[in-house]
């Protein structure tokens, strides 16, 4: 049994008789109440989201779930596929898993694959991936106001807003949980 103070993002517990994965928590303490934690929950299996509120006092059964790296593929059918690098095993996972964070995987990349007895549930990427822009508008000359962005496409096909000096053939580093840009690695 687990502690609600114990929650953390990609945790994985057994609540109403299903494995849910923990994608958002906040400790709340409103006025002279008892504190408490609103959560974000997908279910490991459905991909469903559910927003709840556990009370400090309750106790959740946490669930290990086994993960390895793996290297992402290809998706088809509505399955992302990954393969294991030493041993050349392959998996998927449904691709409504990942939700909004698919738009930066990229052929090779490597993920962190969650399997519950031997099943694959949920691929985690890593929170920052250098991104190739493949296309961005010019900067207009004259647009010199601080932080004034622009859209720009990434080489996994996800636009995103960047300053507007990022040209087309630059390198961005980009935060994966936010769909943010970081700063520019490399000039094109």
Known sequence: MASISDFRNGMAIRYNND???ITEFQHVTPGNWR????TRLKNAKTGRVVDNTFRMTDTIEAVRLDEKEMQYLYE?????????????????????????RKRFLKEGGMCFIRFLEGNALTAELPDFIDFLVSEA???VRGDSASNVMKFATIESGAKIQVPLFIKEGDVIKIDTRTGKYL??????
């Open 19 to 21: 494995i849910w994965i």
């Open 35 to 38: 504190a408490m934690v609103r």
């Open 76 to 100: 088809a059918d509505g399955n992302l596929y990954f393969m294991d690098t030493e041993t050349y095993d392959q998996t998927f996972i449904a691709a409504e898993m990942l939700g909004d």
């Open 137 to 139: 508008e010019p900067g």
């Open 183 to 188: 700063e520019r690695v490399s000039r094109g």
